[in-house]
């Protein structure tokens, strides 16, 4: 490659945290929320990327994702949460391998029908240790694939539960 494009790169929420992923764009509130795994919070911005407010959950958390009812589901170390907007109430809903204590939930998203699919991984990344499972409305839930090598591999699995609107939420 002999040559570069120019970018211009804007920092949106300067919060320094320690593993942010899970990025979910809320059309309903105009917010975006994301998470910091290791620290196990919850953070909601508006479209200027000013805080809006955030959350500790307690323990690792991977994604959060609204609920078309209001509040949350949330990809937690224990399985499926449910929480409101500023965490209150909050509850495991799914215990999404709780007889694998060595793995834990990772990202989540739905797709188009409001379903969740939520993958897990291993603590120390031990590789075929992941698998996918759907999560229904009634938070019963199904291995969908087992024996995962890592999630890096799949970069499109959870992007394709978005509709070409970019509605997306949890039933």
């Known amino acids: 490659m002999t040559g570069s494009a120019?970018?211009?790169v804007e920092v949106f929420a300067d919060l320094h945290a320690d593993v942010g992923e899970a990025p979910h764009w809320d059309e309903k509130s105009k917010t975006l929320l994301f998470v910091d795994l290791t620290a196990g919070a919850v953070f909601r911005y508006d479209e200027?990327?000013?805080?809006?407010?955030?959350?500790?959950?307690?323990?690792?958390?991977?994604?959060?994702?609204?609920?078309?009812?209001?509040?949350?589901?949330?990809a937690v170390r224990d399985?499926?949460?449910?929480?409101s907007d500023t965490g209150d109430g909050f509850k495991l809903a799914a215990p999404v391998e709780r007889d694998t204590?060595?793995?834990?939930m990772n990202d989540a998203k739905c797709d188009p029908a409001g379903r969740l699919l939520a993958g897990t991984t291993a603590f120390d990344f031990t590789r075929y240790s992941a698998a996918l499972y759907r999560v229904k409305s009634d938070w019963s839930f199904e291995q969908m694939v087992r024996d995962v090598l890592r999630w890096r591999s799949c970069p499109l699995l959870f992007t394709r539960g978005v509709s070409s609107e970019g509605r997306c939420s949890f039933r």
């Not at 399985?79 to 929480?83: H, M, S, Y």
């Open 79 to 83: 399985g499926i949460a449910v929480a």
């Open 101 to 104: 204590p060595g793995n834990r």
């Open 48 to 74: 200027l990327g000013v805080k809006v407010g955030s959350f500790s959950v307690g323990q690792e958390v991977g994604a959060a994702v609204p609920r078309q009812g209001g509040g949350l589901v949330l």
């Open 6 to 8: 120019s970018a211009s």
